[in-house]
């Protein structure tokens, strides 16, 4: 029954992305519906079941996100970021908080960046474009960081959690089936490819289709105690691979993978000798799926794909410039903020000072950079403390399994795609969950020592 009801979901979410296909305008009702439907949850959810409700809310809106933006679903372009503050701040105004002061400050540091931009407003500034453009990101991360900080939520439940992040994920999967049937017809070279990411960023859609990657290989290692479901996950996996492989941005695929390989590490670490024997013959057949899914992507490609991760253009030659241009750019935001280093040029002034110096309008996509240049001295604390926070949680409950895989996506993720999505924001704040585990296996226990906590091995 539990099987037939994952399939009905999945095969739910496929029918939407045909539904969207076809009538372009189902993707407002759908957005519409994400509201609604999660709002209603969260206010009949009894207390104990709040946080979950919350957190589901906000990862159904992650993984939704760059979908809604390719069919424009979106009432505005950071909607899905409004939600996720919106469900949040639902949760903490109806949740007991866990004293998280580190990120009341981080929230505080980002105002000084604010004013220092409404006094340096020019005819070419538009203020509330460039905060809502800049900050949403950063601000989201704050609110979800607040509300998510040591809250303590069921292993089963943190599973829930992502499979509600990944579903939408296969959605946005069929819909590039469809929009990009055969991906032979729209190469053009080894640059990252609008037309097999569905008239979209490639970097984006890369990013959350290597989430659903990083789902999907957890639930074929965790959640796939039968053949049938391991053809099912290792299925799902293999085509939301494939669709982020070739939108040839590289930068979501590698942070998954990066993510995948830590996790599973650790998983491995964590559990008895015969589970590791169970975890060895899977990871066998996963890097058997993965030669498959490469294989594939490489004989679609004609082997452009190859060369892309190589980092060579179409003839084979090498390209000098790995970052693609975008290692001038961060150095040139670092140069600014060497300049003011105490209070920054101010939000969203950064790309304005590029085009008036260098007569080129362009993102470095590199948050890290992007905040110093921006917000200074204040910028380097909220930095810091991003940074630290979490560590500090981490050393005083090693309960997250998830924990390192999260940490790095946020980290690498805002490296290269710096916030445009609400993905790193949101998957920040799983890192500082306490996630608590239930014994598999009923023991009588003679002596009055407590009970040790174990990861469920398969369920």
Known sequence: MKNFNYIKIIGLHILIGFAVYSFEMLSKIYLLGIFVFYVNAIFKAKPSQKVLKVLMACSYVVGAEVFLRMTDGNLLYETSKYLVIIFCLIGIFSTRLKEPIPYLIYIVLLVPGILVAGFNITAETTIRTAIAFNLSGPVCLGIVAIFAYKQRIAYMDMHKVLLTMALPLVTTATYLFLFTPSIKDVLTGTGSNFAASGGFGPNQVSTVLGLGMFVFSIRFFMLSPSVFLKIINGSLLAIISYRGIITFSRGGIITALIMVFVFVYLY???????????????????????????????????????KRYANQDALGREKQDVSTGRSDLVSFEIDEFLKNPVLGVGVGKIKELRQKSEGIEAASHNEMSRILSEHGLFGMTALIILLIAPLLVRLRNKSNIFFYSCYLFWFLTINHSSMRIAAPAFVYGLCLLDIQYKSTVKRKIKSNKSKRQSIPISH
Do not use: E, P, Y
């Open 268 to 306: 491995f670490m964590k559990v008895n000798t015969k589970a590791k024997f169970r975890i060895s013959r899977t990871i066998f057949v996963f890097m058997g799926v993965a030669l498959l899914i490469w294989l594939f992507s490489s004989i679609q490609t004609s082997g452009l794909i190859d």
